[in-house]
């Protein structure tokens, strides 16, 4: 039954967040700044994790693949696949589940907490648009941080493959160019654009509905990150059987 | 004014406000006073929109706020002042942009226009020269001020203070209870606020509410509660060594 009313509480929080609009030039400055703070920040982070992943996909597809008549492109296939299929839309934002999404519901969570979402309210703001809405709108960037990992974690995976003696650059290349589906692209980067809703709000609804002290803010963050990242694999899974199946 | 009939509010089945009616007055302060736990501050929740009664109604200069439209509610928010207890300042602005937060929401003023406008309210309360400093950088006093800057930055017509004294020093607080005071009779808005610390009462409480168990059990002003023979309100008054000692002093004077 609470679960029943959560999900309703979730729904109705979501219509409220695309009402009651603030005013443009404010709603301009807060989305600038969620990117800045949501998607910006994780730059190197991403970027660190996308390229040494890649690296690690390389070495292990290298490693297990010991036939002598299994070609040896296929590193570089699998690498491929592996990264743009799930490991940079999925991983990665399971990652961001617990980096933006704790940072997502501890902020509102504490502005909940020290009475600035009422202090909002009494001002006739309308606190869920003020809140939550820039940083939906911020996370429509968030695939750009994907395709930065994609593009990180396959060079990682060249420079492991290639510098580690596994496999040659032309190798390499030629395995990258193999049965490319461009679809791929487009299922991996959907995927991502629901991700990125459930990473904005998910958290969102944590932060604005929790109840008691600080204690309980580092309850929510935590149980913000078990939740999104469940929805995250569930999405995933619903996903890739209507696109891919 | 603000005029409350038969207000009642219930969590669950647990009843907070029990048909509560009384008035506030313009240009008055008014005080809502009590033990922890009486409902002071669903009360106010309840005036200022944060929570809906279950019954009875709130009017704002006889116009009441269920029959008021979504327009006329927003119009009505936009001439509310609040102090939260713990000053609710945005802590990742800095006290300029706390205080012209809601000039930016609800006026076209030009930039400078606004910052002429923070750096009056803020000389207004004593408070000159920490434009640039965060919430953190200041004291709690500081703190209690920039929020009431805030709240009588847009010149409202009714300003709530729920508990502006608590965690002060004697000394701070009474400057907070100056201030409200002062803001009130030059502004005349009606200000309304809750409390439980009995130098509030003997410092500013023109019109005093006390409520017990979600009732209101006497109202009266700053002179009439200290000759109450109400058993709950004496109750309250004297509950302190000093305000027993100060009436037995009177006691033997008389």
Redesign the interface.
Known sequence: MKYLEDIGSYFLMLRRTFSGF??G??LRELIFKEIDDLVMSSLGIVSFIGFFVGGVITLQTALNLTDPIIPKELVAFATRQSIILEFAPTFISIIMAGKVGSFITSSIGS?RV???I??L?????NSLNYLVFPKVIALLTYPFLIAIAMFLGIFGGLIAGVYGGFVSLDEFIRGLQEDFIPFHLVYAFVKTYVFAFILATVPAWHGYYMKGGALEVGKASTKSFVWTSVLIIFANYIITQLLLS | MIAIDNLKMQFGSEEILKGISTVFEQGKTNLIIGQSGSGKSVMLKCLIGLLKPVAGSISYHNKPTNEMNLVQQRILREEIGMLFQGGALFDSMTIEENIMFPLRMFSEQSRPKMISRVNEVLNRVNLDGVNNKFPGEISGGMQKRVSIARAIVNNPKYLFCDEPNSGLDPKTATVIDNLIQKITHENDITTIVVTHDMNSVMEIGERINFLKNGILVWKGTQEEIFKTNNQDVTDFVYSSNLFKKIRDVQNKNI
């Open positions: 603030t005013k030039d404010v502005m020290t009475e600035q009422d202090a309210e009494v001002m006739g703001i």
